[in-house]
């Protein structure tokens, strides 16, 4: 084996050693420097043998900083620290040097050996990573924790001097193309490109910074009213929708803007972030290339929209206590002042909103298909309800649930209602279902198809606010229904109109030539009745006699056990 010797080891050691070596002399002449130190210096070994380490000198540093150093030496024998030196080019950089004095027996010393790397790169890498915390790389502007922290600092000082802050939400084209057909690369460029036109037509005193993909947002402090806003606004839509062209091809950028201020729309951060973004939502609904305010009203109404959403799909998958209720308004026979039937109405008392009307909900549980599950719902108690009165000997016949349209899509409809009603013990004639004329049509052949197997099954239909829609006349013979329900809009127009009350009882009339029974909702009052009175035999329904009532009230308006239970109270 090959043997090696201390001084050559030595050797080895400098010569691979990543930090840079000198050793001096006691008097700091240098002896011996390393392959780093020229690495790093760009002094070769002879050029700095027999120099002093004031080769390396930057003038960074005063006289006395070298002295100080100096004299820790001569006391600590040691020093670290970093230092700014001087490169063989010129160019300066900064070290992590540190110094040790070497003695020998006696105690004196006789050589000294500094150590030390570059901290540049560190340093740079460093400032980097720093400058990244609160930038964006692509654009070199800032972030959004940047944005952040300015909104905290800005929204301090406009609290203190009462002065108003503009936010906006910028985007600055429809990306998603360009990504799709010339690569995230291209994409980027583009972004690069938009934000250096905003950057030109921003203020100085601005805060401008890209949120996410080609989303920006910048922050005005001074002169941040909604003119100088929407001046500004115009000139950024215009800015950012000037041509484009990539690969030869021009592009057609469509941005829109969105804004809130403080303190008009929010008085804290979150929220307004929050009322910028939604501006900034409804400036794409409304096609791009336009900027919005941030709209109080509209926003109230969307959140409370998802609210009533989002609970209504909670509480129909909550077994008790659910907060919905069914109410009941008698069908009055009005030649006999009897009640033939009930409505079932839903009623809700929402946690922290309180009473919603269905009127409210209903249309959100049709548009998010939450009112299949809904109607069910209903229908269950129903036949619960049904079930119970005549288990203690009330007697009602019939009682009337609204579907909602969808509920018509439902191929297994008639079979989930068949189980439920004859496992309650109760007759399909027991249950009348409503359905309006929008929804009959809006399904087609499918629904009348439907509504044919329920009617053939025993159920009763109506159809509900007929008036309101298509209310054509011709094609009520052709459609499955046991019943009309005119709608409660015709009856004001009855006290000033004579046209009202002889469409009304053509109506009444050729619904009964095709053997439908007539019901009247919404009847309010005496003069309207007496109007009524003259359209033969009709059932009416209206606050006139009866309001929607809770179960406990409604009950106490059914005839007791000895009443004919199978039989329509009104014939
Ligand atoms: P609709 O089926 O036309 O129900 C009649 C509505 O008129 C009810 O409103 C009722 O309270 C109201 N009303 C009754 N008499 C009068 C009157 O004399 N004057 C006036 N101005 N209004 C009267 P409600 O309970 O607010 O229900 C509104 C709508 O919500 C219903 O209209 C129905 O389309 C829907 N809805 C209610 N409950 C349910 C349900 O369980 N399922 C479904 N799918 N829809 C329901
Ligand atoms: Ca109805
Ligand atoms: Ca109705």
């Known amino acids: ?216 947002a910048l922050l005005r402090h001074r002169q941040a009213d909604a003119a100088a806003m929407s001046r500004l606004a115009t000139t950024i839509l215009d800015r950012l929708s000037e041509g484009l062209t990539l690969d030869d091809k021009s592009l057609l950028m469509r941005p829109s803007v969105g804004m809130a201020f403080f303190p008009q729309d929010a008085l804290h951060k979150e929220g307004l972030m929050q009322a910028a973004e939604h501006a900034h939502l409804q400036a794409k609904n409304a096609g791009r290339q336009t900027y919005c305010f941030f709209d109080h009203r509209q926003h109230y109404q969307q959140q409370r929209k998802q609210l009533i959403e989002q609970d209504l799909s909670q509480v129909l998958g909550v077994q008790q206590e659910p907060g919905l209720q069914l109410y009941f308004q008698p069908k009055v026979c009005l030649a006999s002042g009897r009640i033939c039937g009930a409505e079932a109405l839903l009623r809700w008392q929402h946690p922290t909103l309180g009473w919603v009307s269905p009127g409210e909900f209903i249309p959100i549980a049709e548009q998010s298909h939450l009112c299949v599950r809904l109607d069910r719902w209903v229908l269950s108690r129903v036949v619960e309800h049904l079930a119970s009165w005549k288990a203690r000997g009330l007697g009602l016949y019939q009682l009337a649930v609204n579907l909602s349209a969808h509920q018509l899509d439902q191929e297994d409809f008639a079979e989930w209602l068949d189980t439920r009603v004859q496992s309650a013990g109760l007759k399909a004639s027991n249950l009348q279902l409503e359905i309006t004329e929008g929804a009959m049509i809006r399904n087609g052949d499918a629904a009348v198809a439907l509504l044919k197997d329920l009617q053939q099954r025993g159920y009763s239909i109506s159809l509900d606010d007929f008036g309101t829609g298509y209310s054509s006349l011709s094609y009520l013979d052709s459609l499955p229904l046991n019943e009309l329900k005119i709608d409660r809009s015709f009856l004001p127009r009855l006290r000033q109109d004579q046209r009202s009350i002889k469409l009304l009882r053509s109506i009444a009339q050729l ?41 406990e009230a409604f009950k106490k308006l059914l005839p007791g056990a000895k009443a004919k239970e199978e039989l329509p109270l009104c014939h």
Request: aromatic content about 8%.
């Open 1 to 216: 084996m090959h043997t090696i010797n201390a001084p050559q080891l030595v050797e080895k050691i400098l010569a691979n050693t990543l930090e840079s070596i000198m050793i001096t002399d006691q008097k700091g002449r240098i002896l011996k420097v390393n392959a780093a130190f020229t690495e790093i210096t760009g002094y070769q070994e002879t050029e700095a043998l027999g120099k002093t380490p004031a080769l390396l000198r930057s003038e960074r540093h005063p006289v006395s900083f070298y002295e100080s150093i100096w004299t820790e030496i001569e006391r600590e024998g040691s020093w670290s620290g970093e230092v700014w030196n001087r490169r063989k080019t010129g160019e300066i950089y900064l070290q992590w040097l540190s110094i040790n004095a070497l003695e020998n027996t006696t105690g004196e010393t006789t050589h000294y050996v500094a150590i030390s790397h570059d901290l540049s790169e560190l340093r740079a890498r460093e400032a980097e990573v720093e400058f990244l915390a609160f930038n964006d790389p692509l654009t070199r502007l800032g972030n959004r924790k940047l944005l952040m922290s300015r909104l905290d600092q800005a929204l301090a000082s406009c609290r203190d001097q009462g002065e108003v802050l503009g936010l906006m939400i910028i985007d600055v084209g429809r990306l998603r193309p360009i990504n799709d057909h010339f690569g995230l690369t291209s994409g980027d460029e583009v972004i690069r490109l938009q934000a250096e036109r905003l950057n030109q037509v921003v203020e100085a005193s601005d805060t401008l910074v890209r949120l996410q993909a080609d989303t920006f």
């Open 511 to 551: 619904a009964q030539g095709l053997g439908l029974e007539v019901v009247v909702e919404g009847v309010e009052d005496d003069h309207q009745v007496a109007l009524l009175n003259q359209f033969g035999h009709i059932k009416v329904q209206g606050y006139y006699f009866y309001r929607p009532l809770p179960e």
